[in-house]
């Protein structure tokens, strides 16, 4: 975990075989429009970040919990150009430029000598996230050298990750963004550990209340391999071996084609969701009579930080898996209101006055709600983080390709299939449309379906035998795509599944 970012020389490494004449043609046009756009100058380097798509626990890195996700295919890449900081300049200049300048309109801005840069969290400008890359990198060399003066940057940007699917193409910007900009200020050997934290803190500044899980993952991940992430005591990420069997794992990616920009709908879905985790730790502590000690998430009090303290207050002896079975009895005693909690109910609960509480968790990022449904959103996280304990249990076990469990792919599908009924009916982060993807796979062949990323719409993972991925796709062709949109074309239903591998995190 404290490597560094790895340095390549070809893109071989990245992509699979059959993709390479595509990517070589992509990398290819990256560098002629680089040397279009800054007169006839070859970037000096290519920084890589990828997206991924979560196998299993979602909605629960926020709180601390452990998540299986791993990294994709799509990736943002940003070439770059640099000049490094001269004494008597007063500070910085970011020329940035994005490969569809069409939809991507060009900008230039000026950093201040120690590396600030304003940004505007009220507008939803894509140069924002560069901008969050930019700041957190900035704040990294100033804490290592307080002398520290920003080079300037000539960029351009080319993404593969669809905005708004749920496979996280603002957090594999922002920690390009990041890695672009230490690269271009003299690290010459990046820290995966710091990329990810900083990179964590950064998106925050974009508007959205940001667990983890997306940025370790688009850093950490190792080429074959799921990645186990964990928040608690500290952040700490390994590889998880998905065993040999026949036929393969395989786990394919449909887009709902609902777009879901989680930084739009934030105040009344994925900040809310925040704030409502946070709350229901606080208000499970005030019952319990102790305070919650303050810890990485979001809000500096989370289930899994309510959890450790219940744990060490009581002095019982119990497995990570009774723990959070307790956690979910405490739920139902603590938090019996089926319809939600006011803020005023909340407030007198904690003993505050209703104006200090909403002032508090509308501090960073706003919220908009009537009611909160604490018991719902906590009963959520900790099902959730059992299902996680089962699914890397099961991975584990696999010790012996060659005497593969039978019933091990219906079990790891059983258990993504739970997430999606709770993501729908508990934590109300599903829509129509993923429903009927998910179902729609199952009836074709799939052990286990499941929306992923912040949900709301974006995209699906389905984990379908290597035999039946023909049949799921032409399932969802016939009775999802082609029902929505009759006239969808083909390029269209290419980019609406892809199969995918787990394939390598953030390099340059």
């Given at each position: 975990?404290?490597?560094?970012?790895?340095?390549?020389?070809?893109?071989?490494?990245?992509?699979?075989?059959?993709?390479?004449?595509?990517?070589?043609?992509?990398?290819?046009?990256?560098?002629?429009?680089?040397?279009?756009?800054?007169?006839?100058?070859?970037?000096?380097?290519?920084?890589?970040?990828?997206?991924?798509?979560?196998?299993?626990?979602?909605?629960?890195?926020?709180?601390?919990?452990?998540?299986?996700?791993?990294?994709?295919?799509?990736?943002?890449?940003?070439?770059?150009?640099?000049?490094?900081?001269?004494?008597?300049?007063?500070?910085?200049?970011?020329s940035l430029a994005n490969i569809d300048p069409k939809k991507f309109k060009p900008a230039d801005f000026a950093v201040s000598k120690d590396g600030n840069v304003e940004i505007d969290a009220s507008t939803h400008e894509w140069t924002n996230y560069f901008k969050a890359g930019l700041?957190?990198?900035?704040?990294?060399?100033?804490?290592?050298?307080?002398?520290?003066?920003?080079?300037?940057?000539?960029?351009?940007?080319?993404?593969?990750?669809?905005?708004?699917?749920?496979?996280?193409?603002?957090?594999?910007?922002?920690?390009?963004?990041?890695?672009?900009?230490?690269?271009?200020?003299?690290?010459?050997?990046?820290?995966?550990?710091?990329?990810?934290?900083?990179?964590?803190?950064?998106?925050?500044?974009?508007?959205?209340?940001?667990?983890?899980?997306?940025?370790?993952?688009?850093?950490?991940?190792?080429?074959?391999?799921?990645?186990?992430?964990?928040?608690?005591?500290?952040?700490?990420?390994?590889?998880?071996?998905?065993?040999?069997?026949?036929?393969?794992?395989?786990?394919?990616?449909?887009?709902?084609?609902?777009?879901?920009?989680?930084?739009?709908?934030?105040?009344?879905?994925?900040?809310?969701?925040?704030?409502?985790?946070?709350?229901?730790?606080?208000?499970?502590?005030?019952?319990?009579?102790?305070?919650?000690?303050?810890?990485?998430?979001?809000?500096?009090?989370?289930?899994?930080?309510?959890?450790?303290?219940?744990?060490?207050?009581?002095?019982?002896?119990?497995?990570?898996?009774?723990?959070?079975?307790?956690?979910?009895?405490?739920?139902?005693?603590?938090?019996?209101?089926?319809?939600?909690?006011?803020?005023?109910?909340?407030?007198?609960?904690?003993?505050?006055?209703?104006?200090?509480?909403?002032?508090?968790?509308?501090?960073?990022?706003?919220?908009?709600?009537?009611?909160?449904?604490?018991?719902?959103?906590?009963?959520?996280?900790?099902?959730?983080?059992?299902?996680?304990?089962?699914?890397?249990?099961?991975?584990?076990?696999?010790?012996?390709?060659?005497?593969?469990?039978?019933?091990?792919?219906?079990?790891?599908?059983?258990?993504?299939?739970?997430?999606?009924?709770?993501?729908?009916?508990?934590?109300?982060?599903?829509?129509?449309?993923?429903?009927?993807?998910?179902?729609?796979?199952?009836?074709?062949?799939?052990?286990?379906?499941?929306?992923?990323?912040?949900?709301?719409?974006?995209?699906?993972?389905?984990?379908?035998?290597?035999?039946?991925?023909?049949?799921?796709?032409?399932?969802?062709?016939?009775?999802?795509?082609?029902?929505?949109?009759?006239?969808?074309?083909?390029?269209?239903?290419?980019?609406?599944?892809?199969?995918?591998?787990?394939?390598?995190?953030?390099?340059?």
């Amino acid at each position: 975990m404290d490597e560094s970012v790895p340095v390549a020389s070809s893109i071989d490494s990245l992509y699979a075989p059959e993709a390479l004449e595509v990517q070589q043609q992509r990398w290819t046009r990256l560098v002629d429009v680089f040397k279009e756009s800054y007169g006839n100058k070859s970037p000096s380097f290519v920084a890589r970040s990828p997206g991924r798509v979560n196998i299993i626990g979602e909605h629960i890195d926020y709180s601390l919990y452990e998540v299986l996700p791993m990294a994709i295919a799509t990736d943002v890449l940003i070439a770059v150009s640099y000049l490094p900081h001269d004494a008597s300049d007063q500070g910085a200049k970011i020329s940035l430029a994005n490969i569809d300048p069409k939809k991507f309109k060009p900008a230039d801005f000026a950093v201040s000598k120690d590396g600030n840069v304003e940004i505007d969290a009220s507008t939803h400008e894509w140069t924002n996230y560069f901008k969050a890359g930019l700041r957190g990198a900035s704040g990294l060399l100033r804490r290592k050298n307080p002398d520290f003066s920003p080079s300037s940057m000539q960029i351009l940007v080319d993404g593969t990750v669809p905005a708004g699917g749920g496979l996280s193409s603002s957090a594999a910007f922002v920690c390009a963004s990041a890695l672009a900009v230490l690269r271009s200020n003299k690290v010459e050997h990046v820290s995966k550990r710091e990329l990810v934290e900083l990179a964590i803190v950064s998106e925050r500044s974009v508007g959205v209340n940001s667990g983890g899980m997306d940025q370790a993952a688009s850093v950490f991940s190792i080429k074959g391999d799921a990645l186990s992430v964990s928040f608690s005591p500290q952040l700490h990420a390994e590889a998880i071996a998905f065993p040999k069997l026949e036929p393969p794992i395989t786990f394919m990616i449909a887009q709902s084609f609902v777009a879901s920009d989680k930084h739009v709908t934030a105040p009344e879905c994925y900040n809310l969701r925040v704030v409502e985790c946070s709350l229901a730790a606080d208000v499970m502590a005030a019952a319990l009579k102790f305070k919650l000690p303050d810890d990485a998430s979001p809000l500096s009090h989370s289930l899994r930080g309510l959890q450790t303290a219940y744990f060490s207050s009581t002095g019982e002896d119990a497995t990570p898996k009774e723990q959070l079975q307790k956690m979910l009895a405490l739920v139902q005693e603590i938090l019996p209101k089926s319809q939600g909690y006011t803020l005023e109910d909340i407030a007198s609960l904690l003993s505050l006055p209703a104006s200090t509480l909403w002032e508090n968790i509308t501090a960073e990022f706003p919220i908009r709600a009537s009611r909160f449904l604490l018991a719902q959103r906590a009963t959520h996280v900790f099902s959730e983080a059992l299902r996680v304990l089962e699914f890397k249990s099961l991975l584990q076990q696999q010790q012996q390709p060659s005497e593969p469990n039978s019933d091990l792919l219906p079990r790891l599908g059983a258990l993504m299939n739970s997430t999606q009924s709770s993501c729908r009916d508990v934590y109300d982060c599903s829509c129509p449309e993923l429903d009927r993807l998910c179902a729609i796979a199952r009836e074709a062949g799939a052990y286990g379906s499941r929306l992923t990323g912040a949900g709301w719409g974006g995209c699906s993972v389905h984990l379908v035998p290597k035999d039946q991925v023909d049949a799921v796709r032409a399932a969802w062709v016939e009775r999802y795509y082609r029902v929505r949109d009759p006239g969808i074309s083909e390029e269209k239903l290419k980019e609406a599944v892809v199969i995918s591998e787990p394939g390598p995190g953030s390099m340059m």
